[in-house]
């Protein structure tokens, strides 16, 4: 009996000791889980503030999303912002009882034990929540686990009682809602595409808050393998896997089963857009922008121009906008970074206006100027390169080219010799090359495909308020993928007769009248020991004759800007072209007045807004304010301001400017663009053709346009279309069409130019070159 009693209290024992045993194992390892025996675990801090690579986005004035910054695409969505549809189709495919576990759905994991493991069914789904693939997702799994010598399975099985743990920390510490949110903000989509903003963008362009059941389901379906269901990959499996997903979400009740029958029967419609930085508006402003913010601190020895050095130093003390990320220092104590903290940056872009411009750009260059230029080369056996050009320089032009191309890096990485690297650039090769048409495979030598390149003529356009300092377009190219370099504020090149109002302007300044007379001779000038007697473009038909300021300026004349010279120093000069705006460098030789100094669009552009804005200089503007991802504001920026000019100068420059357009070089805005209202402006055209110009001012809206090949050896033969009436002014006659056509913008042809209250100055003159034939202003007037 007593042996009975005995075997039966062992049996008990022994029953539940082998019972608890799991238990009791379970309970050790979450303990030593939990103080971190086998690694580091999220601090309450860390749960608190999950860490995610957030994109930064950048905005215009009208809310339209210009582009992002980012390692990966990911932009924040709170739950407030999801379609119930994402989150319906998301919870019935992934975690049904999502809403009421905590976090750990035991009865799911019985499931996958059951049917996945013993029954072999792999539809049978997954055992995570979506509260344990979000702690996945937020802290990802290290095996390292304090060197302990265990298999790699066990290493696997430990991550995941980690993963329980971490999730239901985030129970307690989130609502359901903020979880979910958190999930589709954090979970891929496929490629660069990280959350459910730029998921939704990149495949349907469109927002959260708007995706149909349709498209919700195939963005559910998608995270559980976003390659292998990829609407773009995989159309077929994508389509299977959302209806799936709808089938799921009838059997659960969100929707019925009769729409579920219909909805399966759609096809998916994709609107598929790649969210890179080569795609969007304002791809050459991002850039900038992006350059812009995240300057350094200008070292001396990193600058090989003392000049930029200078210049950049300037504008690190006293840009707040210039190197702001390290400037500025987040509670942690580092520096802000554009690809990982979720910035919102405010642009004073506008999104109409930039689209504006981006058309009139490729329009003119890819119907206008382009196919006259491809004319003139074939003509000419297709040389690229003027013929005046020697040809060694040619050559020396091409391999520098050559050796700044990335093909070139990339064989001297590799250790191939210059041999073989030239080798290289003459072999013949497949490859896809730009067009007006589209893009187009060929096979060509790379050196021939440097050569193709430069034959495209490239352009820079930017326009601004001149009230308020903000930039509304800004188009630095014509195609950024295989044009990158920004012709906005980055080139520099020669300005032409877009310079001589500066002189002008010294002229008013001084008490002269549009209506002064002076002679329409030739000047020469003493330069050392020789003389230099400056020529006009074209012949005129008052050559010799009085004729007035407003006159010669309308028509570029260079015998009057010649004699304007003579009265004033070039060195005043260069102080009033300072005091418009310009920063660039300027040599005060008496051949100023030609513009043969370099200055950039932007520089152009700020001065010349300074004439509308009645003499009160303003820096041009890009950023009004930066946001941290939860809409708190982190800096505002305003513009700077100086008196450059009087009122009454600014305005008899606006008179002066304004006969450019009704009388002079600037006149096919009126006969051919049929443009209405108050209009200002000059043209400019350089040696050889290599440079053309257009400076456009309207009450509301200045702006400014160049044209012009790669290299200064690239350009027309002929007056005819090499002017800057024919080259830079039709881009700012078809955006200023579009702008005055929209009526949302607010800027048409009613608005005037301010003028003073007392002006003393007569400006009511004859405009001495009304009678010239037309058939001159049809071919555009030389400057």
């Known amino acids: 009996m007593k042996n009975s009693l005995s075997f039966k209290k062992k049996f008990l024992i022994w029953f539940w000791a082998i019972l608890a045993f799991p238990l009791v194992v379970a309970v050790v390892l979450f303990t030593l889980i939990t103080l971190e025996v086998f690694g580091p675990m999220p601090s309450f801090e860390d749960l608190e503030n999950p860490t995610s690579n957030l994109a930064s986005e950048v905005y215009s004035e009208d809310n339209v999303l210009l582009g992002k910054y980012y390692i990966e695409n990911r932009s924040y969505t709170s739950y407030e912002e999801l379609s119930p549809n994402i989150e319906n189709a998301l919870i019935s495919i992934e975690d049904v009882r999502f809403r009421s576990h905590s976090g750990i759905d035991f009865r ?5 034990l059951v049917k996945t493991i013993v029954m072999g069914d792999r539809d049978a789904g997954g055992g995570s929540t979506l509260t344990q693939q979000l702690a996945k997702n937020l802290f990802p799994r290290d095996t390292s686990h304090n060197q302990l010598s265990i298999t790699r399975k066990s290493k696997l099985v430990l991550a995941k009682l980690k993963e329980w743990v971490t999730a239901v920390k985030l129970e307690r510490n989130y609502t359901k809602d903020e979880i979910l949110s958190m999930y589709l903000n954090t979970v891929p989509f496929g490629g660069t595409v990280f959350g459910i903003k730029s998921a939704a963008k990149t495949y349907f362009n469109t927002s959260p808050d708007s995706l149909s059941i349709e498209q919700a389901a195939l963005l559910a379906g998608l995270v559980n393998a976003p390659t292998r269901y ?44 790649v969210q890179d930085h080569n795609e969007g508006l304002a791809t050459y402003f991002r850039e900038t922008l992006r350059i812009i913010l995240t300057a350094t601190e200008p070292v001396k ?17 006293t840009n707040p906008l210039y190197g702001w990320c390290n400037k500025n220092i987040k509670a942690d104590g580092s520096p802000y970074n554009i690809y990982r903290d979720g910035l919102r940056i405010y642009s004073t872009l506008n999104g109409k206006m930039q689209e504006y411009a981006e058309e009139a750009v490729v329009a003119h260059l890819s119907q206008s100027v382009q196919p006259a230029f491809d004319k003139e080369q074939k003509s000419k056996g297709y040389p690229v390169y003027s013929r005046d050009v020697p040809r060694d320089q040619v050559e020396r032009i091409l391999e520098q080219a050559m050796r700044q191309s990335p093909r070139y890096y990339y064989l001297r990485q590799n250790g191939l010799s210059e041999e073989q690297i030239k080798r290289s650039f003459n072999t013949k090769t497949s490859m896809t090359v730009f067009t007006y048409k589209g893009e187009r495979d060929t096979v060509m030598t790379p050196l021939d495909s440097i050569k193709h390149y430069k034959r495209y003529l490239r352009a820079g356009f930017m326009a601004m308020d001149p009230h308020t300092g903000y930039v509304k377009a800004y188009v630095g190219g014509p195609n950024y993928r295989y044009f990158k370099y920004d012709q906005v504020t980055k080139g520099k090149r020669q300005v032409g007769s877009t310079i001589k109002p500066f002189l002008y302007t010294l002229a008013m300044q001084e008490g002269y009248s549009p209506c ?23 012949d005129t038909d008052y050559d010799g004759q009085m004729v007035t300021l407003k006159w010669g300026l309308a028509n570029s004349v260079n015998n009057i800007s010649a004699w304007l010279m003579k009265q004033f120093n070039p060195q005043n000069v260069v102080e009033i072209s300072h005091k418009l705006g310009i920063k660039s460098f300027i040599d005060p030789v008496v051949s100023i007045f030609l513009g043969t100094s370099d200055f950039t669009v932007a520089e152009m552009v700020g001065a010349y807004a300074t004439y509308a804005n009645r003499g009160i200089h303003i820096d041009p503007l890009y950023v009004t304010r930066i ?80 044209v012009g090949g790669e290299d200064r050896a690239i350009h027309f033969e002929g007056i ?30 009613s608005s005037i130019f301010a003028k003073p209250v007392s002006l003393s100055v007569d400006i009511d003159c004859p405009v001495m070159a009304a009678d010239i034939e037309s058939e001159k202003n049809n071919n555009g007037f030389f400057d």
């Open 108 to 112: 799911g994991l019985g499931r996958v």
């Open 230 to 273: 990829s609407p773009v990959r995989n159309p077929e499996r994508s389509l299977a896997r959302r209806n799936l997903v709808i089938e799921k979400m009838a059997r659960y009740g969100f929707i019925g089963d009769v729409l579920a029958d219909s909805l399966k029967k759609q096809p998916v419609v994709l609107h598929y857009q």
């Open 301 to 317: 020895e990193n600058f090989i121009s003392e000049d930029s050095y200078k210049t950049d130093s300037l504008e690190w003390a």
């Open 516 to 538: 002064r007379l002076v002679p329409n001779v030739p000047q020469t000038f003493v330069v050392g020991d020789s003389t230099w007697t400056p020529t006009n473009s074209g």
């Open 627 to 706: 946001e941290d991802k939860n809409g708190n504001v982190l800096a505002t920026f305003k513009t700077k301001k100086n008196e450059a000019i009087s009122e009454q100068t600014a305005y008899l420059m606006i008179n002066l400017l304004q006969g450019v357009i009704d009388h002079g070089t600037g006149r096919r805005l009126r006969y051919r663009y049929q443009l209405p209202g108050p209009l200002a402006g000059k043209t400019g055209t350089t040696n050889n053709q290599s440079d053309g110009w257009f400076m456009g001012i309207t009450p509301n809206l200045v702006g400014g346009a160049w």
């Open 720 to 749: 005819t279309q090499g002017q800057g009436a024919s080259m830079a002014l039709p881009i700012w006659g078809m955006f200023l069409q579009k702008v005055y056509a929209d009526p949302s913008l607010g800027i048409n042809g």
